[in-house]
Nanobody, 122 residues
Framework: QVQLVESGGGLVQAGGSLRLSCAAS????????MGWFRQAPGKEREFVAA????????YYQDSVKGRFTMSRDNAKNTVYLQMNSLKPEDTAVYYC???????????????WGQGTQVTVSS
């Protein structure tokens, strides 16, 4: 089992920045690919970013490329999502997830956190 706990969400004005963290406990963190997903009100959950075991590979949704950066610190069992130039359309609950395969597909992730709310005001 892997337990994931997100933090760092909050209310920010458009153009501002937030850094989300996801702390993992349980099984060996460095063996898992990590992903960030988000769910806006009334919408389905969608892929945001993913990072490989050693952080050599990262993938982003097109709408966040150049604004969001995902990273991981295996020594701290933590992944991060640095979000800059935030827009109102980034408002959502953000979830981190862990799985065996680097993918944009939710079904490939086995473990999920409880989510953290990000609200961007215009």
């Amino acid at each position: 089992q892997v337990q994931l706990v997100e933090s760092g969400g909050g209310l920010v004005q458009a153009g501002g920045s937030l850094r989300l963290s996801c702390a993992a406990s349980g099984r060996t963190f460095s063996r898992f690919v990590m992903g960030w997903f988000r769910q806006a009100p009334g919408k389905e959950r969608e892929f945001v970013a993913a990072i490989g075991w050693t952080a050599d590979s990262t993938y982003y949704q097109d709408s966040v490329k150049g604004r969001f950066t995902m990273s991981r610190d295996n020594a701290k069992n933590t992944v991060y999502l640095q979000m800059n130039s935030l827009k109102p359309e980034d408002t959502a609950v953000y979830y981190c997830a862990a799985g065996p395969t680097l993918s944009r597909r939710q079904r490939t992730y086995d473990y999920w956190g409880q989510g953290t709310q990000v609200t961007v005001s215009s």
